[in-house]
């Protein structure tokens, strides 16, 4: 958006106006009086960011064939017939801008443009060594710049490029995603056991610490590089792609820009009905009173301490006789309209309220630059009980105290204060079961808080109080009171640098990072909490007096855990950039780089009797002593003690090189080679190192003399070839032992081989070809590029069979290949583009698939069941098949007289489950098709009228499959575990043919039929989706400021996230991209939508 | 200032950069340890620490021989009720393994082998010095021991009985000597194995101590003895004789059966004071439920022979084995005092010094006898000592997992070759002397890895 500022600024900027005028004045004069019809137009333009004038920028006025263009100052001056109309003002690579211009105000106006980052001007990629131009990069970058970073709204910067980057894909239906952690796959996955996800570098380095730690308003751009030519120069850390993060600095001789961003966001509460994991009261009730009958309970009444539910418990009271029938069937009926997820939503979540403060200074004198940053946010999550503060300090400092010596220095200081006190989880997990009942009560009419079923049976718990014992009831509303935990932690990470221009284009630099972090866990667990009465009471001892003792002294617990980081980096490297003839260019750099990083984690015994006020404990606690717990039949045990140390070192030596050479704008050739040293693999195998290498080449044709496609004046081939590598810290080159007490006959010390060392180990490579073509129709009305990639991973750390006699059964070494290959398209439009009204398009589409083509070791057929779809975090590969799949039983249709499921036996259809199961090999399974979408990306509109725009983003999913949960009896019947499905059950015969859900089972039940029924190809489903993902809305009220405002800008901006999902091809309103786990129990749910509200100023 | 600067900044960086890359720094930095729970072994507190390791060093041996031997006998419901190898091992099937099973008695010998050669490749890049002599001659002899007796063991159960006429052509094992896992190994010749393990022996002699400080530890009398069992298979009676006197020299304790108590169990709380290397078989259901053959327990003819009672527990009404299980509920493989007494009443024998042989017999009988009942056996000639000699050795010597190499060797000799039976399902099996089957097959996850020849069936 141009900011225009007319006759007010006109002091300021005494010389070029008065240029102008000396320029123009007088043949105005001459103009004015032959023809009085005619209105004079005066100017200046300048770039807004260095107020520079921009000589040559076109002036004409709208809806007429009026033109200038400006003077070397970047002055301008013309006549028009029009007495009223715009005035319309364009520069290469900067914003368009428009003023209005009428007979009382005619300038000279002061024009200031901005900088356009998507239009053609110098686009600059980094890799973290270096910045390079795009255009003379050969490899496959994307770069994502601060409008599209900004376009979104969150607390973290990487979710910011969900749905924007081609290739770049979210996996959100897996267990590290639903726990919370970012789980991103670039270009496919090229690892089988290794670590899977992309580098993250922030500023030259790579980040150690918690990606949550960087604050999104810090951030000018992202490059992602993809492709070997691109990565290769991060060496054995690169093979998953990398994420280089570049923070904003300040500019030489800048005057001091204030920014001061600020958002509010609400989200909805989850949809805790979305589960398809809930039986309701009704029919559970139905189903506990049909086994009552069948005397499926009564091992279980008779322990008195094993878990009943109070339906159950009711019955086995009328049983008895301690209470009458019509007493029992009455209370049992009063649970018949309950609903857990009413009361856990009511009291365990509300809408989140996410709060986001940011103020920034940055600017320049002649000698030095500086970026400050201090930023807040203030995270109440939808969870009653977590929260989440940060604050971040950024500051950056560049000297250049002589000509050519520039001294740089910033510190990136966060603080984090976490609580995690939401206890919603508890509810569920109860010993022995997957669920909590159905018609359970968290708090009466009053809003008491009241007892629920979890370690014992309520009658047991009930009795335990007069034996001495502490209360034993677990009270679900009472622990999220009681509940104390938090998490604090703080992150440090100080920058400095050195850098001297030698003559001619070399320069040679050091940089050095040191990065500091640590996270304090500090669980308190009151006497009130559940947590310590239940412990105390468990090592209670009553002696034969009924004297009773307490191991465990009565009072609180205290855990604190303690967890840091030490990390530091230390670069040298020379840089090279010039002519080497009138057309010929080098870049070149070269360099050597150390690094460590130290984790630790410390987990120190628990305190027991703490008392959080006094900060009292008790000394005296016998960890030796085994206890026999309570209720009897419960075993002995010891103490808790807990005590852990763990601590890991990484170390790294890398050489490294890249040279870029371009000629006459049109040919470039780039190389690159990398020599990673760790201390993982020890010095042997570091000196065997193979370096890992890209090569590439760019042929701009479009700058040809031959070429004449005027419709298409871009035009440009790219090529690479090269290898990336990865990281594997479980396996060593030498053997490693670990110490053990107590050998098998004389009780000696002793040592295992923990380890047998493998001189024969190397690095994960993974080799990638990367063709490409950009493109760009005239005037840019279509641009954009295709990339295609066949990579290649070769030594993947996989388990391999040994021959036994060298000692070992199986080894875990570079065994394994992969392959793969994928497409990437990135197409932008602009199919309207006036300077009132725009409208863009950014379409981007991905596809990969990658195969195992090499894997000795043969994984069961219930591992290709439970995990071969890899959502798990564990993949069971099997070579010709992807990574991640979906395997399933060949089943038929329901029986018609019984409504069982059938399996295949013998090519046959069968119900006799053990016999499918057993014969069924992995040869026998069906393959229903990849679990991670093999095709996706995203399509982007954004609308600009005057001074509104609006953009929203559809991201879709295709080509995978996914396994929906079903009712499993024998999981509903022992432990709680209820599904939706079990209402459409097969009842009677006829109903196979509308349902798939076999008919119930009485005890005594068969698992096998369950465990085929839920692994069985009924229930894969295809995962295709489309969704919106967001909507954004901003209005940009910075030409409607009054005069004397203190903005140079100002913008209000709404923006709706998760916005919902426009087609499905399941039919059962299944979100694919929630992570549930095969057989069911543990179903996340889908990202509510959340609404935000903010503002974006730049101040005077 | 800024000329200086400008003169010594490249000079300066480029001396940093070679420092950078140059120093000997880069390889402590290198070295550093990945995970503080791990460590590197590198000194001989390390190596000691990988010799202690008893699961490794001093259970699981092969234990398929005692399975194929005439030991003992199950009926079929018992024979019903084990594992598919311990079937078919019985009734020395064929086929034996399943497909794609592990084959306890051939990994666990090599994982012995595995750490024996971890120990002694460390040892190598750790200095001796007049400080350490011991304590690293200890080690050292010890790793040797251990893989003598594994490679030993290995070869007599996985291939063909010793004969000196087909010896350098017979297969035996693969001998791994280095801890490369990725090596192909073949199979050695019988002749070469005997090389190895006899080297590997003498080797340890001179390094180890005359007795251990724990019986599971190898020592002079340890390599003595199992010496004495090699020269005794090999039939060089005069170097197994030489053997069993260097061992009795050292070491010639005999346990007075009248001080045990037969009902104890363990019979020994901790050993048998007659061991000085203790070791235990890999345990197979099969052997717990096996049943002492009737003729063999007639054998034991002589009321005052206190045997019997310690030997053997009447469970049920049958009699199954009692004192030959350890303190942890394995069966006892032993170098001890009663077997060098009688190798070396053997050897005596084969080589007719008929008095010595009988009077080494008595020295041990007289110790298993109730006390002032013991009649002194006496022989009409070498070869009557001889066979008096083997009989007392059948008998002592049962269920210690040296039967089959005695089956093995003593088959040679038509005087003393047997054929073996076994009963099951009404189905009579046999085992000829000098089969094929005297040689288990080699686990077929073996060959499939490390393609070696199979031992025909």
């Known amino acids: ?75 301008f001056r013309f006549l028009t017939a029009d007495t009223s109309g715009y005035l319309t003002v364009s520069y290469i690579g900067y914003k368009i801008a428009q003023l209005r211009f009428n007979p009382k105000n005619t300038g000279p106006y002061r024009i200031l443009l901005v900088p356009d980052a998507s239009e053609l001007k110098e686009v600059v990629v980094s890799t973290g060594y270096q910045t390079l131009p795009k255009e003379r990069a050969t490899g496959s970058f994307v770069l994502v710049d601060s409008t599209l970073i900004n376009r979104r709204v969150s607390t973290d910067v990487l979710s910011r490029l969900e749905g924007i980057v081609p290739g770049l894909i979210f996996n959100r239906n897996t267990s590290s995603s639903a726990s919370g952690s970012l789980d991103l796959s670039i270009r496919g996955q090229n690892t089988l056991f290794s670590n899977n996800q992309p580098l993250i570098v922030l500023d030259n380095f790579p980040y150690d610490g918690d990606i949550n730690n960087i604050n999104p308003n810090d951030v000018a751009s992202i490059t992602i590089l993809k492709d070997a030519s691109a990565a290769s120069i991060w060496g054995v850390r690169s093979g998953n792609g990398v994420i280089v993060i570049t923070t904003k600095k300040g500019k030489i001789n800048q005057k001091l820009s204030v920014e001061f961003n600020t958002n509010l966001t609400i989200g909805n509460k989850p949809d805790l009905k979305y589960d398809p994991n809930y039986l309701d009261a009704n029919d559970f009730i139905n189903v506990e009173e049909t086994l009552f009958k069948t005397g499926y309970y009564s ?242 001892q009553t002696d034969n007096t009924g004297n009773v003792t307490y191991p465990i002294p009565v009072g609180g617990i205290l855990q604190e855990d303690n967890a840091s980081l030490l990390s530091q980096h230390l670069r040298a490297q020379l840089n090279y950039s010039n002519s080497l003839s009138a057309k010929g260019s080098l870049t070149a750099i070269v360099g050597s780089e150390w690094s460590s990083a130290v984790n630790k984690s410390d987990s120190p015994a628990p305190v027991y009797g703490y008392d959080g006020d006094t900060q009292a404990n008790y000394a005296h606690i016998d960890y030796l002593d085994y206890y026999g717990l309570t209720p009897r039949g419960t075993g002995s045990s010891q103490i808790p003690n807990g005590q852990s140390f763990s601590e890991t070192t990484d170390h790294f030596i890398s050489y490294f090189s890249n040279t870029a050479y371009t000629y006459d704008s049109k040919y470039t050739l780039s190389l690159s080679g990398r020599i990673d040293h760790s201390n993982l693999f020890g010095v042997n195998t570091n000196q065997k190192a193979v370096p890992l290498y890209s090569a590439g080449t760019s042929w701009d044709i479009a700058k040809e003399s031959f070429y004449r496609v005027d419709w298409l004046p871009m035009l440009k081939l790219r090529a690479t070839y090269g290898y990336n590598g990865n990281i594997n810290k479980s396996a060593t080159a030498v053997t490693t032992i670990s110490q053990q007490s107590n050998s098998y006959y004389s009780g000696i010390p002793y040592a295992i081989i923990a380890n047998p060392g493998n001189p024969d180990l190397q690095w994960e490579k993974s080799r990638m070809i990367n063709l490409a073509v950009d493109f760009s129709s005239k005037n840019q009305i279509i641009s954009g590029s295709a990339e295609f990639y066949f990579k290649k991973a070769s030594n993947l750390f996989a388990d391999t069979q040994l021959a036994p006699s060298s000692g070992f059964s199986s080894f875990f070494g570079n065994t394994a290949n992969t392959s793969g290959h994928g497409i990437d398209l990135s197409i932008n439009s602009h199919n309207i583009y006036t300077p009132r009204f725009k409208w863009l398009t950014a379409f981007n589409y991905s596809y990969v698939i990658d195969k195992v083509t090499k894997y000795s070791d043969q994984s069961t057929v219930t591992s290709f069941l439970t995990q071969g779809d890899g959502n798990t975090g564990v993949i069971t590969p099997l070579v010709g098949a992807p990574l991640f799949g979906i395997y399933s039983y060949r089943s038929g249709p329901l029986t018609h007289n019984t409504g069982d499921p059938q399996g295949y036996l013998n090519g046959q259809l069968s119900t006799d489950y053990s016999s499918i199961i057993k014969n069924t090999g992995v040869d026998g399974l069906l393959y229903n098709g990849p679990s991670r979408p093999t095709s996706y990306g995203s399509l982007r509109n954004t609308f600009s009228y005057k001074d509104w725009s609006l953009s929203f983003n559809i991201i879709y999913k295709l080509g995978y499959y996914f396994r929906k949960s079903s009712i499993q009896y024998s999981a509903l019947y022992s432990s709680w575990l209820g599904n939706k499905d079990f209402t459409k059950r097969w009842m009677k015969p006829g109903d196979e043919l509308t349902t798939t859900v076999p008919s119930m089972q009485l005890p005594p039940v068969d698992n096998n039929r369950d465990l085929f029924y839920t692994f069985s190809q009924t229930l894969v489903e295809n995962g295709n989706n489309i969704r919106l993902q967001d909507i954004t809305l901003n209005y940009d009220l910075t030409k409607s400021l009054w005069i004397n405002s203190p903005f140079n800008s100002l913008t209000v901006y709404g923006y709706v996230n998760n916005v919902g999902i426009l087609w499905r091809a399941n039919h059962d309103g299944l979100d694919p991209e929630v992570y549930s786990l095969a057989g069911g129990g543990t179903t996340s749910l889908p990202l509510p939508r959340t609404y935000s509200i903010g503002l974006k100023s730049n101040f005077k | 200032m800024k000329r200086i600067f400008r003169h010594y900044m490249f000079p ?334 053997e050897c005596e024998a084969r080589l007719n010094n008929q008095s010595q042989a009988m009077q080494d017999l ?57 054929t073996l039976y076994r009963n099951i399902n009404g189905v009579t099996y046999s085992l000829p002397p000098n089969d094929i089957r005297y040689a288990l097959p080699i686990p077929d996850n073996e060959i499939a890895l490390n393609p070696i020849p199979q031992n025909p069936r």
């Open chain 1, 1 to 75: 958006m141009a900011l225009l500022w007319p006759k007010r600024t006109q002091i300021k900027l005494k010389i070029p106006l008065f240029l102008i005028s000396a320029l123009g004045l007088l043949p105005a004069i001459n103009l004015y009086a032959q023809d009085r019809n005619k209105t004079i137009l005066s100017g200046v333009v300048l770039s807004s960011d260095d107020q520079k004038p921009l000589p040559g920028a076109t002036i004409s006025i709208l809806n007429s064939k009026v033109k200038t263009t400006t003077n070397i100052i970047g002055g």
């Open chain 1, 299 to 540: 091992s279980t009444l008779n322990s008195g301490y094993k878990i009943v539910s109070p339906v159950v418990q009711l019955l086995a009271n009328a049983q008895a006789g301690s209470i009458s029938q019509a007493d029992a069937n009455t209370q049992i009926n009063a649970l018949r309209n309950l609903d857990v997820r009413n009361d856990i939503e009511k009291y365990f979540y509300r809408k989140s309220v996410n709060q986001q403060y940011n103020l920034n200074f940055r600017g320049g004198g002649n000698k030095s630059d500086y970026y400050l940053s201090l930023g807040y946010d203030n995270d109440l999550s939808n969870q009653v009980g977590y929260s989440n503060g940060r604050i971040t300090i950024n500051s950056n400092y560049n000297f250049y105290p002589y000509k050519n010596l520039q001294f740089s220095a910033g510190i990136y200081y966060t603080k984090t204060d976490n609580q995690t006190n939401n206890t919603v989880g508890a509810i569920n997990s109860i010993n022995g079961k997957s669920q909590i009942y159905p018609y359970a009560q968290l708090a009466d009419a009053n809003g008491n808080s009241l007892a629920i079923v979890h370690d014992y049976s309520l009658n047991f718990v009930n009795s335990a109080s007069n034996a001495q014992l502490l209360d034993w009831n677990y009270r679900p509303l009472d622990e999220l009171r009681n509940a104390d935990n938090t998490l604090g932690e703080f992150d440090n990470r100080i920058n400095l640098g050195l850098k001297y221009n030698l003559h001619k284009g070399f320069s040679a630099e050091v940089k050095y990072l040191f990065e500091d972090s640590q996270g304090l866990t500090n669980d308190y667990y009151s006497e009130n909490t559940y947590y310590t009465r239940n412990l105390i009471n468990k090592f209670t």
């Open chain 2, 12 to 345: 300066g960086f480029l001396v940093s950069v070679v420092c950078l890359t140059g120093c000997k720094k880069q390889n402590d930095f290198l070295n550093a340890k990945p995970n503080q729970g791990l460590a590197i072994p590198s000194n001989l507190n390390d190596m000691q620490l990988l010799l202690n390791n008893e699961n490794i060093f001093s259970n699981n041996y092969p234990s398929l021989g005692e399975i194929s031997s005439d030991d003992f006998y199950v009926p079929t419901g018992v024979w019903n009720s084990v594992g598919a190898i311990e079937q078919n091992t019985y009734i020395w099937a064929k086929q034996i393994y399943p497909a794609n099973s592990n084959v306890g008695d051939w990994n666990f010998s090599y994982q012995q082998v595995y750490y024996a050669n971890s120990i002694l490749s460390g040892l190598v890049n750790i200095p001796k010095n007049s400080g350490n002599t011991t304590q690293y001659n200890k080690i050292q002899g010890g790793a040797l021991f251990y893989r003598a007796i594994a490679f030993y063991n290995l070869l007599q159960t996985f291939s063909m009985p010793f004969d000196p006429k087909t010896s350098s052509t017979d297969l035996g094992i693969p001998l791994r000597l280095s801890t490369d896992l990725n090596a192909k190994v073949n199979r050695s010749t019988v002749s070469k194995c005997f090389d190895q393990i006899e080297s590997d022996l003498n080797s340890a002699l001179p390094l180890l101590p005359d007795l251990p400080g724990l019986k599971t530890q190898p020592s002079k009398a340890a390599v003595f003895g199992l010496l004495s069992r090699i020269y005794l298979v090999l039939g060089d009676y005069q170097q197994s004789l030489d053997n069993a006197n260097n061992f009795l020299k050292i070491y010639n304790t005999l346990q007075d059966f009248n001080k045990l108590d037969p009902t104890a169990y363990p019979v020994y709380a901790n050993y048998s004071p007659e061991e000085v290397f203790h070791s235990s078989l890999l345990g197979y259901s099969i052997e717990i439920d096996g049943i002492v053959d009737s003729t063999v327990y007639r054998s034991f003819n002589n009321p005052n022979d206190l045997r019997p009672s310690l030997f053997f527990y009447n469970y049920n009404g049958d009699l199954l084995y009692n004192s030959q299980y350890d303190q942890q509920n394995n069966i006892s493989s032993t170098i001890s005092t009663n077997e060098m007494y009688l190798n070396k009443a």
């Open chain 2, 362 to 418: 008595n020295t041990l009988l007289i110790t298993r006898w109730k006390a002032g009942t013991f009649v002194p056996y006496s022989a009409t000639s070498a070869d009557n000592a001889l066979i008096q000699i083997l009989s007392e050795r059948r008998k002592e010597l049962l269920f210690t997992g040296l039967r089959w190499s005695d089956l093995r060797r003593l088959n040679k000799d038509t005087r003393f070759a047997i």
